[in-house]
């Protein structure tokens, strides 16, 4: 698996736990997570990728985490509270397509099978539920899938039980936004690099 360096993450996919824990943040929750992934967000959207002075940063989210928000809100108005909480101009949303279910089936066909998700769900102690981990498991291979077909630097996310594990077990670098895994300093304004759970 190819890790890149915090200073030179440039192509950003943000899982829908990420996306949750921003609508969080804008609520003014006290919980410290979601302010925490909001500081996170906000120092990548300011900073450019250590790569070059030029080298503007990316955020993409994928048409699978739009569905996942299941809220009766239009799309528009999701567009608008991303937008609002990262501040940033690059922002794309990618629509799920053939080319990625294409690049899902070649790349992951061999992990895929209903025996192999079921293992898979039985490590992660989903519970007896096979059918619905199954499913679960499908939408986190659809969002690495982009976020691999995208050729994302990292995949942010706060799904440590279920995406985390099966991004690496994909070869797909991600990152679990949380305080424990990066240096930072006092204010969060400033974030030098990140240190993947062992």
């Known amino acids: 698996m190819n890790t890149v360096p915090l200073k030179n993450w440039r192509n950003i996919m943000l899982d829908t736990s990420v996306i949750i824990k921003l609508f969080h943040a804008l609520g003014n929750t006290k919980d410290d997570e979601p302010k925490f992934v909001l500081d996170l967000l906000r120092y990548l959207s300011s900073n450019k990728a250590a790569i070059s002075e030029s080298q503007d940063r990316f955020f993409y989210i994928s048409a699978i985490t739009i569905s996942e928000i299941w809220s009766k809100s239009t799309l528009q108005t999701?567009?608008?509270?991303?937008?609002?909480?990262?501040?940033?101009?690059?922002?794309?949303?990618?629509?799920?397509?053939?080319?990625?279910?294409?690049?899902?089936?070649?790349k992951y066909h061999s992990i895929l099978s209903n025996?192999?998700?079921?293992?898979f769900a039985e490590e992660i102690s989903f519970g007896n539920d096979l059918k619905m981990a199954r499913e679960w498991i499908l939408k986190d291979v659809m969002i690495i899938g982009t976020s691999d077909y995208m050729k994302c630097d990292v995949l942010l996310t706060n799904d440590k039980n279920t995406l985390m594990p099966m991004a690496d077990k994909l070869g797909v670098f991600s990152a679990l936004c949380h305080p424990d895994y990066f240096e930072f300093n006092a204010d969060r304004t400033e974030f030098s690099s990140y240190k993947k759970p062992g």
Do not use: P
């Open 115 to 119: 025996k192999k998700l079921n293992k």
């Open 78 to 106: 999701h567009r608008e509270r991303i937008m609002e909480a990262i501040n940033h101009r690059n922002i794309l949303f990618v629509s799920y397509d053939e080319e990625i279910a294409q690049h899902i089936n070649d």
